[in-house]
């Protein structure tokens, strides 16, 4: 996020101050102190290769997709625990694919 976009946000949780925000970051340094003092932050582990190729294959599953297992132990593998990464992998390879 730029230091715009930061400062804007940073206003707006100012003057928003009853409202809610949910901040997703793999990096809490580039976040402004202004922004990450209003936060409360929550640490999660990293996710085990089988974890993440499980959900892989629901998504898949529902989104009538044949994937082999390779691919998607590929994905998690890459992704190195996080599995917005292998998500975001996961589409941009089906999306590759796609012809329409």
């Known amino acids: 996020m730029t230091a715009d976009a930061q400062a804007a946000l940073r ?58 297992d390779w691919v998607l132990y590929s994905i998690a593998k890459e992704s190195d625990g996080d599995l917005r990464r292998a998500i975001n992998r996961l589409q941009g390879i089906v999306g590759s694919c796609r012809v329409d």
Do not use: H
């Open 11 to 68: 206003r707006t949780m100012e003057k928003y101050s009853i409202a809610r925000f949910i901040l997703t970051a793999n990096d809490l340094d580039p976040i402004m102190d202004a922004i990450r003092s209003r936060c409360t932050v929550y640490e999660f582990e990293k996710l085990a290769e089988f974890e993440i190729v499980e959900k892989l294959r629901e998504i898949a599953r529902a989104e009538g997709l044949a994937i082999e």
